[in-house]
Protein backbone atom coordinates (compact mmCIF):
# COMPACT_ATOMS: atom_id res chain seq x y z
CA UNK A 1 0.00 0.00 0.00
CA UNK A 2 1.62 3.56 -0.73
CA UNK A 3 2.25 5.74 1.90
CA UNK A 4 -0.51 9.14 1.71
CA UNK A 5 2.19 10.91 4.35
CA UNK A 6 4.81 11.25 2.86
CA UNK A 7 3.74 13.67 0.40
CA UNK A 8 5.67 16.94 -0.99
CA UNK A 9 3.86 19.01 1.74
CA UNK A 10 4.71 16.94 4.83
CA UNK A 11 8.36 16.50 3.37
CA UNK A 12 8.46 20.52 3.54
CA UNK A 13 6.74 20.93 6.65
CA UNK A 14 9.64 18.38 8.25
CA UNK A 15 12.60 20.37 6.58
CA UNK A 16 11.10 23.99 8.02
CA UNK A 17 10.42 22.55 11.70
CA UNK A 18 13.56 20.52 11.61
CA UNK A 19 15.96 23.37 10.17
CA UNK A 20 14.19 25.62 12.84
CA UNK A 21 15.18 23.24 16.17
CA UNK A 22 18.38 20.69 14.63
CA UNK A 23 17.28 19.11 18.51
CA UNK A 24 13.64 18.04 17.74
CA UNK A 25 12.66 14.48 17.70
CA UNK A 26 11.19 12.53 15.25
CA UNK A 27 8.14 12.20 17.60
CA UNK A 28 7.61 15.66 18.60
CA UNK A 29 7.96 16.12 14.68
CA UNK A 30 5.14 13.39 14.00
CA UNK A 31 2.62 15.04 16.47
CA UNK A 32 2.87 17.99 15.26
CA UNK A 33 1.86 17.35 11.77
CA UNK A 34 -0.36 14.27 12.95
CA UNK A 35 1.21 11.52 10.56
CA UNK A 36 2.91 8.21 11.86
CA UNK A 37 6.11 8.02 13.51
CA UNK A 38 7.66 5.66 10.83
CA UNK A 39 6.52 7.67 8.20
CA UNK A 40 8.07 11.07 9.39
CA UNK A 41 11.72 9.12 10.42
CA UNK A 42 11.35 7.78 6.50
CA UNK A 43 11.47 11.31 5.24
CA UNK A 44 14.03 12.27 8.04
CA UNK A 45 16.53 9.39 6.24
CA UNK A 46 15.18 8.64 3.01
CA UNK A 47 13.84 11.90 1.44
CA UNK A 48 15.69 14.59 3.43
CA UNK A 49 19.16 12.57 3.91
CA UNK A 50 19.34 13.31 7.27
CA UNK A 51 21.27 11.82 10.17
CA UNK A 52 21.19 12.75 13.97
CA UNK A 53 24.81 13.01 15.28
CA UNK A 54 25.75 13.40 18.53
CA UNK A 55 28.33 16.64 19.22
CA UNK A 56 31.66 16.23 19.11
CA UNK A 57 33.25 17.15 22.46
CA UNK A 58 36.24 19.22 22.22
CA UNK A 59 37.93 20.49 25.76
CA UNK A 60 37.57 24.29 24.60
CA UNK A 61 36.26 26.20 21.90
CA UNK A 62 38.69 29.06 21.41
CA UNK A 63 38.30 31.30 18.85
CA UNK A 64 41.46 32.18 16.85
CA UNK A 65 43.55 34.89 18.81
CA UNK A 66 43.00 32.35 21.57
CA UNK A 67 44.61 29.82 19.47
CA UNK A 68 47.13 32.50 18.41
CA UNK A 69 48.69 33.40 21.41
CA UNK A 70 48.69 29.61 22.85
CA UNK A 71 51.05 28.88 19.87
CA UNK A 72 53.54 31.46 20.90
CA UNK A 73 53.27 31.11 24.42
CA UNK A 74 54.35 27.43 23.63
CA UNK A 75 57.25 28.56 21.52
CA UNK A 76 58.73 30.92 23.98
CA UNK A 77 58.86 28.04 26.71
CA UNK A 78 60.47 26.21 24.26
CA UNK A 79 63.40 28.68 22.75
CA UNK A 80 63.41 29.39 27.19
CA UNK A 81 64.05 25.23 27.60
CA UNK A 82 66.58 25.26 24.37
CA UNK A 83 68.78 28.65 25.82
CA UNK A 84 68.91 26.96 29.26
CA UNK A 85 68.60 23.03 29.58
CA UNK A 86 68.74 23.63 33.23
CA UNK A 87 65.24 25.44 33.66
CA UNK A 88 63.41 22.62 33.79
CA UNK A 89 65.16 21.56 37.12
CA UNK A 90 64.59 24.70 39.09
CA UNK A 91 61.08 25.18 38.66
CA UNK A 92 58.62 24.60 41.38
CA UNK A 93 55.02 23.32 40.26
CA UNK A 94 52.07 24.72 41.44
CA UNK A 95 48.51 24.67 40.48
CA UNK A 96 44.83 26.50 40.94
CA UNK A 97 42.27 26.10 39.12
CA UNK A 98 38.61 27.44 39.38
CA UNK A 99 36.37 23.86 39.00
CA UNK A 100 32.73 24.96 37.92
CA UNK A 101 29.37 23.09 39.20
CA UNK A 102 27.81 22.15 36.02
CA UNK A 103 25.41 19.81 35.28
CA UNK A 104 26.49 17.59 32.21
CA UNK A 105 23.97 17.13 29.47
CA UNK A 106 24.33 13.41 27.58
CA UNK A 107 25.44 12.75 23.94
CA UNK A 108 21.75 11.64 22.92
CA UNK A 109 20.56 15.31 24.44
CA UNK A 110 23.46 16.76 22.65
CA UNK A 111 22.59 14.89 19.26
CA UNK A 112 21.34 16.91 16.46
CA UNK A 113 19.93 16.72 12.75
CA UNK A 114 22.31 17.01 10.22
CA UNK A 115 22.34 17.07 6.54
CA UNK A 116 25.19 15.79 4.54
CA UNK A 117 27.32 18.07 3.58
CA UNK A 118 27.31 20.10 6.66
CA UNK A 119 29.97 19.66 9.43
CA UNK A 120 29.37 17.50 13.20
CA UNK A 121 28.30 20.29 15.48
CA UNK A 122 31.38 20.80 18.53
CA UNK A 123 30.81 20.79 21.81
CA UNK A 124 32.80 22.25 24.47
CA UNK A 125 33.26 19.88 27.36
CA UNK A 126 32.25 21.76 30.09
CA UNK A 127 29.28 24.47 30.31
CA UNK A 128 30.09 26.37 33.45
CA UNK A 129 27.38 27.80 35.88
CA UNK A 130 27.40 30.28 38.86
CA UNK A 131 28.66 27.57 41.55
CA UNK A 132 32.66 27.33 41.54
CA UNK A 133 35.51 25.91 43.90
CA UNK A 134 39.06 27.11 43.88
CA UNK A 135 41.26 23.98 44.06
CA UNK A 136 44.69 24.84 44.79
CA UNK A 137 48.13 21.94 44.84
Same mark, same amino acid.
Given at each position: ?????????????????? /??????????????????????????????????????????? /????????????????????????? /??????????????????????????????????????????????? /????
Amino acid at each position: RPSTSTTDENIDEVKKIV /LANRRITVREVAEDLNISIGSCHSIFTNDLGMRRVAAKFVPKL /LNFDQKQHRIKISGELLDSVRDDPN /LLQRVITGDESWVYGYDVETKVQSSQWKLPHEPRPKKARQVRSNVKV /LLRV
